[in-house]
């Protein structure tokens, strides 16, 4: 197999797994994804995932990698919110939710987590154009605000939630307190409504 060759048919997919390089070669060797990952010609994401070493270049392709390695899945939590400018801590973990159990994984692009969440509670999230690239998931602010505030327990008192941080130009003028709200009565937690609550209050948000 010619490496050149098959990196012309996967390379726009940015990331991929065996079972399309099965559907597009039936007889296909894996031992060549082993052989060209250590020749630094592919990089290993996870079991069965691969990529390219060019998209480490990519602003932002660890936001991809999230979504492709582990679905379903969208970024949320952390990393939506410093996405957002919402939080001022530069995160260095992606951090997503998905209706699978949680997980971990590493690889040169970064350090993924993944939070468990009901599979009724998968909403709020949006498309968002990623270069030419495949459109990726990304929480709404404000669904990334109460992912946080309902997967975190230490967010139950008015000074963890302070300790966030929240960006007060983007709480008081771009927040969209009806999603945040509409958003709230759909997950069904009186805690979690008790801490919007609370970000309300902080805020001053009514």
Not at 100 to 107: R, S
Not at 172 to 196: A, G
């Amino acid at each position: 197999m010619n490496f050149w060759q098959f990196r012309n048919q996967f390379y726009d997919l940015a990331c991929f797994n065996v079972n399309q390089v099965y559907a597009w070669k039936p007889d296909f060797d894996k031992n060549n994804l082993t052989r060209w990952t250590k020749q630094n010609l592919l990089v290993k994401l996870r079991n069965s995932w691969y990529s390219f070493p060019e998209y480490l270049k990519m602003p932002n392709f660890q936001y991809l990698v999230s979504n492709r390695i582990y679905s379903p899945s969208y970024v949320s939590l952390h990393s939506a919110l410093a996405f957002y400018d919402i939080i001022p801590e530069a995160i260095v973990q992606t951090t997503a939710v998905s209706s699978l159990k949680k997980a971990n994984f590493e690889n040169v692009f970064g350090s993924f987590l993944y939070q468990q969440i009901l599979p009724k509670l998968m909403f709020g999230y949006e498309q968002k154009a990623f270069s030419n690239k495949p459109s990726l998931l990304f929480a709404t602010p404000e669904k990334a605000i109460l992912d946080l505030l309902y997967l975190y327990p230490i967010y139950n008192n008015e000074q963890e939630i302070r300790e966030l941080r929240f960006d007060e130009e983007f709480m008081q003028e771009d927040l969209n307190i009806e999603r945040l709200n509409e958003f709230t009565e759909r997950f069904q937690s009186k805690v979690l409504s008790n801490r919007v609550n609370l970000l309300i209050k902080i805020y001053d948000l009514c």
